[in-house]
């Protein structure tokens, strides 16, 4: 990843599946869904209480991580971002800028420290036995039984069990530490499900494919597009006989959302399992409606100061493999864009919280 080409990610079924989990362990730098995130940086590990839903104030699941280093930055040789979301449905209801219940982490890494090689991965997998869950980091920080995420908290029974939360401690007793925790060497080769994390798959890395003529017709409808939406917003503004212009203005949205909608199916029609498009300074998002597209004044800047630019966005599609269906509710989105700091900035190495704006699919559509 990179280049200002768009890059499309698929997922494959988890490498554990096929006897590779090693392929998805913090020192191969994956880019993957579910399980538990493969952290990059071992120092300033996002703290519990970032990682909490803004609605339910629940703890977030991790979604997804990309490995998207930048060539020009001896800083960011190695840099990953980690996506997490809340696993309630009701939390998904406004669009817009997610309101802590969709969270990004950025983080980096020079190619010399003090956790990985200097020289690439090895390709081949490894000679001894790898552990399917490591919840300890190589500088002994404890990572949560439940999510894997940082654990400051303890069981006081066994002192074996380290959890991110109260909530998250309870989920672990009641899925069966309650008959482990005196039995330590059963609990650090058992792990439970505690049927909170998304399933996991290794996401595959594929530049986008597009002829010239297509690439043409992109450009073209972009401007349309843009041209029409504002012209919808001026008329809407100077509106003097509100009855007829409000209906006018309802017909010509229907119109713009069936456009945007059909926009967008015809740029993921020839790699339709998409669930990843990405392009750092380059394409932005494509957008599934006419509603609910940020202005650039709405991305708000980086705790640095400098402007944030689009880097990738997620697809509908990744939600058929997340197992979230429900007869009532559902989590739910139409895309999440994800803007990130311009200039790449690195305060201690620590993990930078970046933006996610949710877009849903229009009900005209």
Not at 171 to 199: N, Y
Not at 220 to 232: G, P, R, S
Request: net charge negative; hydrophobic share 30%.
């Amino acid at each position: 990843m990179g280049s200002r080409r768009v890059e499309l990610g698929f997922v494959e079924e988890a490498a554990a599946a096929a006897g590779a989990a090693w392929r998805l362990r913090s020192d191969h730098f994956p880019c993957k869904v579910g399980g538990r995130p493969a952290w990059l940086g071992e120092a300033g590990l996002p703290d519990p209480a970032e990682l909490r839903c803004g609605v339910c104030e629940q703890p977030c699941a991790f979604l997804l991580q990309l490995y998207a280093p930048i060539q020009d930055r001896p800083d960011a040789f190695h840099r990953s971002l980690f996506l997490f979301a809340c696993r309630q449905p009701a939390c998904y209801r406004s669009a817009g800028p997610a309101p802590g219940n969709l969270r990004v982490f950025r983080n980096q890494l020079p190619r010399k420290n003090d956790t990985y090689s200097y020289e690439p991965p090895p390709e081949e997998p490894p000679l001894g036995e790898v552990p399917c869950v490591n919840l300890q980091l190589k500088c002994g920080a404890k990572l949560c039984r439940v999510c894997g995420c940082l654990a400051p908290k303890t069981c006081s029974k066994c002192h074996h069990a380290h959890y991110c939360s109260k909530d998250h401690q309870i989920r672990d007793w009641k899925a069966g530490h309650k008959q482990q925790c005196t039995q330590s060497a059963q609990m650090t080769s058992e792990i439970l499900d505690h049927k909170f994390l998304f399933p996991e798959y290794e996401i595959v890395i594929e530049p986008e494919e597009l002829d010239s003529s297509d690439t043409h017709e992109t450009e073209k409808d972009d401007l349309d597009t843009n041209e029409e939406l504002a012209f919808a917003g001026n008329t809407h503004e100077s509106s003097e006989s509100l009855d007829e212009n409000l209906l006018e203005t309802m017909a010509k949205h229907e119109t713009e959302d069936d456009k945007s909608f059909l926009k967008f199916k015809k740029r993921i029609s020839l790699e339709p399992e998409q669930v990843i498009r990405y392009c750092r300074s380059g394409e932005g998002p494509i957008w599934i409606s006419a509603e609910n597209i940020p202005q650039e004044t709405v991305i708000p800047n980086c705790v640095c100061g400098s402007k944030r630019i689009f880097e990738f966005q997620v697809m509908p599609q990744l939600l058929n493999h997340l197992k979230v269906d429900s007869l009532t509710e559902s989590i739910d989105w139409g895309t999440l864009a994800i803007y990130t700091c311009a200039e790449n900035c690195n305060l201690d190495n620590c993990y930078m919280e970046e933006f996610i704006w949710k877009q849903d699919i229009s009900s005209c559509v």
